[in-house]
């Protein structure tokens, strides 16, 4: 009995964690399902509440010129101090497309940015996922 006990368990650690890794387009697109993110047809922003200061202020501001347009979906993420985020949208916070990740789900799926994340989509389907650091800020004109 003992030994059928494990072989079972040698079996299922040796085939349970084979899992096959996900693109990280389907982790994006799982993400967005899960947060129930109105992502079809929109531009989904990520915005953590730590890391790249000058990042996470340069989606911020471009948030708040855009937290009108429903074309855009905006998630906090990695939210550490819930306050100073709230503190970040004063006049944004009530809108339908602006939310707060406060599940983790952002984590859950096995992202960790100190970046905010752009995800671009076309349809229902995620075409893009860029991380804006430094070098490439002049997305927010572009979007």
């Known amino acids: 009995m003992l030994r059928i006990f494990i072989s079972f368990l040698l079996y299922c650690l040796i085939f349970g964690s084979c899992k096959a890794k996900l693109s990280v387009r389907d982790r994006a697109l799982q993400f967005c399902r899960q947060s129930k993110i109105k992502y079809c047809n929109s531009t989904v922003v990520l915005i953590p509440s730590v890391g790249c200061g000058t990042c996470i202020s340069s989606a911020i501001d471009f948030l708040k010129r855009n937290s009108i347009d429903e074309k855009y979906q905006f998630v906090f993420v990695q939210i550490d101090d819930k306050k100073m985020v709230k503190s970040w949208l004063k006049n944004c916070n009530n809108r339908g497309n602006v939310r707060l990740d406060t599940a983790a789900l952002f984590r859950m799926h096995g992202f960790a940015s100190e970046y905010p994340v752009v995800m671009l989509t076309n ?21």
């Open 123 to 143: 349809e229902c389907e995620i075409s893009d996922v860029i991380i804006v650091n430094t070098k490439n800020m002049s997305i927010w004109e572009k979007l």
